[in-house]
């Protein structure tokens, strides 16, 4: 693979773990009454994809991205179902 591939699939992982750690931000600023439960399932679903996006491109969180997106997409549909 190129660097610039290796770069942009850096960078998916980089936002898929940002946006893995949204609700703990939100909760943290108590912006949680103002968002609903499909605005967490939609911020996790776009986790998933990028963090799918930087294991295809092999980024050097290839390995724990994925795991951890679809981790925190499971825990957040628990938290919203209960």
Known sequence: MSKESKTVGDGAAYVSLACCRFP????GFRLLPKLTGFYFFQIMGVAVLFAIASAFL??????????FAV???F????????
């Open 24 to 27: 703990w931000f939100a909760a």
């Open 58 to 67: 092999q980024s050097r969180l290839w390995t724990f991205a994925p795991p």
């Open 75 to 82: 825990f957040v549909r628990y938290v919203m179902t209960t």
């Open 71 to 73: 981790l925190m997409f």
